[in-house]
Every structure is written in structure tokens, then in C-alpha cells.
């Protein structure tokens, strides 16, 4: 099962670099796309949304069960 994994990481880097490749050959830059205005505003977006989402829908209810299992165990 450890095997599986691993091959699956090494699976996911080859591909980014096989994409990072390609995208090279077709001469598309990396670093000029990513300092766009457009683009750093639709990632700041982005990171916030998920950030919200995640303490909305995942923090927010286990820190609840936590506080909840340590006033029922004390």
C-alpha cells in the first residue's frame, strides 16, 4: 500500500514537469503569467474563498466537538 503512494507523488511530479515541458515548447512563460494582475487577483480570491470555506465547514465544527468532548470528559 506504501509503494502505491509513492508511485502516486512520483506519478504527480513527473506530470508537473512534463506539463512545466510543454508549456516551455510553446514558449508560454510561467512567471509572466502568474505576475498578471488578473491572475494574482483571481488567486487572492481563490485563497480566501478556501480559507473561509475551510474554517466555515471544517474548523469551525470540530473545534465545536472538541470543546464539546473535553467539558464531557472533565
Known sequence: ?????????????VL???GVIILGYFKI?????????????NLSFAREFAVGAFNTYIR????????????ALW
Do not use: C, H, W, Y
Not at 500500500?1 to 511530479?13: A, D, L
Not at 470540530?62 to 467539558?71: I, L, M, Q, V
Open 1 to 13: 500500500m506504501k509503494n502505491m503512494r509513492k508511485r502516486g507523488f512520483v506519478g504527480v511530479i
Open 16 to 18: 508537473i514537469i512534463i
Open 29 to 41: 512563460d510561467l512567471r509572466d503569467v502568474f505576475t498578471r494582475p488578473e491572475i494574482t487577483q
Open 60 to 71: 469551525a465544527p470540530f473545534e465545536k466537538a472538541r470543546s464539546a468532548s473535553s467539558t
